[in-house]
């Protein structure tokens, strides 16, 4: 089976064709960038265009990375929601520096950013919690995420037990539970081309200023 895979992923090639970038189309800011690209994967019928793959590196210098949900941008970057004390949660209390990724294979396109992250306020995500249906707000306490579990049911009590400790009232935001703000100071708009000579503009942020060049693919 998987020398059949080996196979298979030797021989199929993909030939990208679909659209350009360069330095005068692209906008001066890439979180603007972002989001007029965004609007054309939603026209483009992108299966899920919040999700990015999120890169972190531990204390040991070790990286991961899974996807989360992109949940806003702002003026310097980008927002996720997700458990302080996961691994990644753990990963960025000891190293603040993040990479994300975004790939929408459907626009033949890809988004890199690099940047900082910090938490956002209390205020900001305790309104983002109380907008959450409330078996996510359930979810949130009853997980405790990236932790060993004994089996499913373990779960689905912890659930039942929160359940009832809400019953009749508004599920408070966990205090380990809230958002991260990526402030970025790199991000790079890749478009495929034919014959692999893809298109690459660099976003660099000098002395409070984009940068723009392009690099070779
Ligand atoms: C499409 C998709 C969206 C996801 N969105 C989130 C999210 O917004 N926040 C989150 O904490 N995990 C999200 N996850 C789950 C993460 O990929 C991951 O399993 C979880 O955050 C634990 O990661 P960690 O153990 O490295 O901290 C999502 C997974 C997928 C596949």
Do not use: C
């Amino acid at each position: 089976m998987i020398e059949e895979v080996s196979n298979y992923l030797n021989q199929i090639r993909h030939e990208f064709t679909k659209a350009a970038l360069n330095e005068e189309a692209a906008d001066n800011n890439p979180l603007e960038q972002y989001a007029k690209w965004f609007e054309e994967a939603v026209g483009g019928q992108v299966l899920d265009p919040k999700a990015m793959v999120i890169s972190t590196v531990n204390a040991e210098g070790k990286p991961s990375s899974r996807v989360v949900y992109t949940r806003g941008v702002t003026d310097k970057g980008m927002l996720f929601y997700t458990n302080y004390l996961s691994r990644k949660g753990h990963d960025l209390a000891d190293n603040p520096h993040i990479s994300i990724n975004i790939f929408w294979p459907e626009m033949e396109r890809q988004i890199r950013f690099e940047g900082l992250v910090h938490r956002v306020s209390d205020i900001e995500s305790d309104a983002y919690f109380a907008a959450r249906p409330r078996e996510s707000q359930i979810g949130a306490w009853a997980s405790e995420q990236s932790q060993t579990i004994t089996n499913r049911k373990e779960l689905e009590n912890r659930v039942k037990q929160f359940e009832e400790e809400f019953k009749g009232k508004d599920v408070p935001r966990p205090p380990h539970w809230g958002g991260y703000e990526v402030e970025i100071n790199y991000a790079e708009f890749w478009q495929g081309r034919p014959a692999r000579l893809h298109d690459r503009i660099i976003y660099e942020l000098k002395n409070g200023k984009w940068e723009l060049y392009r690099v070779a693919p």
